[in-house]
Nanobody
Framework: VQLQASGGGLVQPGGSLRLSCTAS????????MGWYRQAPGMQRELVAT????????KYEESVEGRFTISLNSDEDTVYLQMNSLKPEDTAIYYC?????????????WGRGTQVTVSS
């Protein structure tokens, strides 16, 4: 199983980036997809998640209204549209998938993509 993420980069404050992450075909039933981030010296934190059933979303408070998570269920691809980026959004962003098999949840992580917000 593999998660392929892309879309990170360097952007000025106030700019936008779009991250995408596609789950490989050999995943079982995916219940949630989302993004976490980890800044230098900080713990990894939730940014946004979305359920595959019902597309219910959850956001970290500091990104509400600026970031939008969306899901293409047919392609098992999750997107994170990031607008009005701030220097404090600088971090490595990790794609996260929860696979549910036999009533057990399994967590999978992508390699991470760097997002740098700087002038």
């Amino acid at each position: 199983v593999q998660l392929q993420a892309s879309g990170g980069g360097l952007v000025q404050p106030g700019g936008s980036l779009r991250l995408s992450c596609t789950a490989s075909d050999n995943f079982g039933r995916i219940s949630d997809m989302g993004w976490y981030r980890q800044a230098p010296g900080m713990q990894r934190e939730l940014v946004a998640t979305i359920t595959t059933g019902g597309h219910m979303t959850k956001y970290e408070e500091s990104v509400e209204g600026r970031f939008t998570i969306s899901l293409n269920s047919d392609e098992d691809t999750v997107y994170l549209q990031m607008n009005s980026l701030k220097p404090e959004d600088t971090a490595i962003y990790y794609c996260h998938v929860v696979e549910c098999e036999m009533n057990t949840d399994y967590d999978y992580w992508g390699r991470g993509t760097q997002v740098t917000v700087s002038s």
